[in-house]
């Protein structure tokens, strides 16, 4: 029995106007089921790109897969047709993106919102959408899941504003989240709550995380093994202790010093 999400020998280019940018260079990386993992590097490291290649999210005109695969249970997802991973998405594999003030619509309520993703993936009512929504509200711990429904996006706080994402991003019942900086533009005490809480409901619901960021003690807090990602190539991988305590990669030396 294979590993439940695994990437090998992976190497993708960005072709620019001054030819190939390799971007992204992973020899091997495993997951667990139930596992939460992390990948830390500095900004421009590649950690959107692997992120968005894992969903299949890169345009194949700007890029170029020179080899690889990426299995999530058994299937490589590199070999699948548009169809196949509009189905993963969301069903299978969801994403919060780095950004939670851009993830909304403006102009829509969240209950608009969150019955359209629900609507997208399941055929049911509408009403029966509003009842899983608000199931999925009370899921990520917003009190009052009836009124929120009625509000639009910036009613709400940056950590409300997250809790939604993360809500959406649940709703459809996919098993394996990654998370890309979710707390990037939250304070520092709304972003121990919303890491708390994906931590919470990794257990809760069985599902698995990869969890994105430049900092590491962001990471040591939900993650039990963290990847170190430099120029796009993994040069570190281990328990988050070993990685933290006793990093062996001066690279990885030189950002645990950054972020003290
Ligand atoms: N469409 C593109 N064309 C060419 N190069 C790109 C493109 N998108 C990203 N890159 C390059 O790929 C590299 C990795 O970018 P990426 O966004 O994955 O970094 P990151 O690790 O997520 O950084 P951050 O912490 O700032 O979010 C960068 O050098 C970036 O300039
Ligand atoms: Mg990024």
């Known amino acids: 029995m294979g590993k439940y999400f695994e990437i090998n020998n992976l190497v993708l280019d960005f072709k620019t106007i001054d030819g190939d940018f390799r971007a992204l260079?992973?020899?091997?990386?495993?997951?667990?089921?139930?596992?939460s993992f992390g990948i830390v590097g500095e900004s421009g490291a590649g950690k959107t790109v692997l992120a968005l290649t894992i969903l299949g999210l890169l345009p194949p005109t700007a890029v170029r897969i020179r080899s690889g695969e990426i299995l999530l249970e058994g299937t490589d997802l590199l070999k699948l047709g548009?169809?196949?991973?509009?189905?993963?998405?969301?069903?299978?594999?969801?994403?919060?993106?780095?950004?939670?003030?851009?993830?909304?619509n403006p102009?829509?309520?969240?209950?608009?919102?969150?019955?359209?993703?629900?609507?997208?993936?399941?055929?049911i009512s509408r009403a029966n959408a509003r009842a899983e929504a608000i199931k999925a509200i009370e899921t990520v711990r917003l009190p009052d899941a009836e009124s929120c429904l009625g509000k639009y996006p910036h009613q709400l706080s940056g950590g409300q504003r997250q809790r939604i994402v993360i809500a959406l991003a649940l709703s459809c019942k996919a098993d394996f989240l990654i998370a890309d900086e979710p707390t990037r533009n939250l304070d520092v005490t709304i972003q121990a709550g919303i890491l708390k809480l994906i931590d919470e409901l990794r257990k809760e619901l069985?599902?698995?995380?990869?969890?994105?960021?430049?900092?590491?003690?962001?990471?040591?807090v939900v993650c039990s093994r963290i990847a170190v990602l430099r120029k796009g190539s993994i040069v570190e991988c281990g328990a988050r202790e070993e990685i933290i305590g006793h990093p062996q990669d001066e690279y990885t030396k030189l950002l645990l010093k950054v972020g003290e």
């Open 25 to 35: 260079n992973i020899d091997h990386l495993d997951i667990d089921n139930g596992e």
């Open 82 to 104: 548009k169809k196949e991973l509009m189905n993963i998405r969301g069903k299978k594999i969801a994403m919060i993106f780095q950004d939670p003030m851009s993830s909304l």
């Open 107 to 123: 102009v829509f309520t969240i209950g608009r919102q969150m019955e359209d993703v629900i609507r997208c993936h399941r055929k």
């Open 206 to 220: 069985g599902i698995t995380v990869l969890y994105i960021s430049n900092n590491f003690s962001l990471a040591s």
